[in-house]
Structure formats: structure tokens, C-alpha cells
């Protein structure tokens, strides 16, 4: 069984098809039919055994459909959002499981951030920074060096400082 939400064919309204159930009696489409449009609260019809919901309903179907027993039902078509939309007429279900999305999300984000600042906070990383700064240091002061040429002793002492400090790093 597949959902699909399109708007293909209904001037521009969203209608939500419900595919795979074309091999059902009639009769038994028709009280599915009803019960859907009960449960979601729209109005729909049955058009060449694919059922067919006024509105966007693929999510809330999915579920409804799963509790009914139907094993194989997904959504269909579409690079639209994954996972359970929320609408006002969710299930409680639905609404839970969107609820604890966000949250792992959070979770996850949070997780990622606390690793990102452990990592830089090593002293592996604490020493590749060091060595970055005193690189950044020692070419600023080549070009100064090069642009003076009077009085250059406090800028060379600064020079050797650096140099001496980027070895000490490289042997480390």
C-alpha cells in the first residue's frame, strides 16, 4: 500500500491517493473509505480502486493504516520532508513521535558540540593552534623585516623569539 499527497489533476487542491488497493473487493474499499474520511475528517472518493482523501493526510494514513493491520504501508512519491509532518488533526501518536524527534535532534546537536569543544580544547589541538599563530607571527614579521631597514634589532630579537619557539613545537 502506498500514500501519496498530489495536487496532479485536482486544480491546484492537495488530495491524498492511496495506492495497492485496487485488488479489494469493492465493498470492503468503500468502509475503508468511510473510516478514513472519519479519521481524518475530509471527504474523499473512490476512483479506479485508488482511494482518494480531500487534503494533505499522508502522515496521519500511514499510521491509521498501520493500525488497522495493513502491514506494507508507506508514503510515496515526493522529496518532501522524511519522518511524521504535524498537523493540528494529528494523532497523539504522530504528535509524540515529532516530539521526540525534535528532541533526539537536540540531543544529537548538543552531543556533536560537546565533542567538537573537547576535541579542540586537546592539547594536541591547543598545540596545532600555537604553531598556526607563531607561522601567522613569523611571516608578518619577514615582511616587516624586508619593508625596514634601519633599525631592525627589536624586529630580528622577535624574529629569533619566533623561530626559537616554532622549533621547540616541531620537536614536541
Given amino acids: ?8 489533476g485536482k486544480g491546484g487542491k492537495t488530495a491524498t491517493l492511496i495506492r495497492g488497493l485496487e485488488e479489494v473487493p469493492a ?18 472518493k473512490i476512483e479506479k480502486g485508488i482511494l482518494e482523501l480531500q487534503g494533505d493526510h ?4 500511514v499510521f491509521v493504516l498501520q493500525k488497522m493491520g495493513y502491514k506494507d504501508v508507506k508514503k510515496a512519491g515526493g522529496s518532501g520532508p522524511k519522518g511524521a509532518q504535524l498537523k493540528w488533526n494529528s494523532p497523539k501518536e504522530i ?17 556533536l558540540k560537546a565533542l567538537e569543544r573537547a576535541q579542540s580544547r586537546s ?7 600555537r604553531r598556526i599563530q607563531l607561522q ?6 619577514e615582511i616587516q623585516l624586508q619593508q625596514q631597514e634601519e633599525d631592525n634589532s627589536k624586529l ?13 613545537i616541531n620537536e614536541e
Fill in 156 to 168: 630580528e630579537a622577535k624574529y629569533k623569539r619566533v623561530l626559537s619557539q616554532l622549533a621547540e
Fill in 58 to 61: 499522508a502522515d496521519n494514513l
Fill in 136 to 141: 601567522r607571527t613569523k611571516s608578518q614579521l
Fill in 123 to 129: 592539547p594536541e589541538a591547543i598545540k596545532e593552534q
Fill in 27 to 44: 465493498e470492503q474499499n468503500k468502509a475503508l473509505l468511510k473510516k478514513l474520511k472519519a479519521s481524518c475528517g475530509v471527504g474523499g
Fill in 95 to 111: 504528535k509524540a513521535e515529532v516530539a521526540k524527534a525534535k528532541e533526539d535532534a537536540k540531543k544529537e546537536k548538543i552531543r
Fill in 1 to 8: 500500500v502506498r500514500i501519496e499527497a498530489t495536487r496532479r
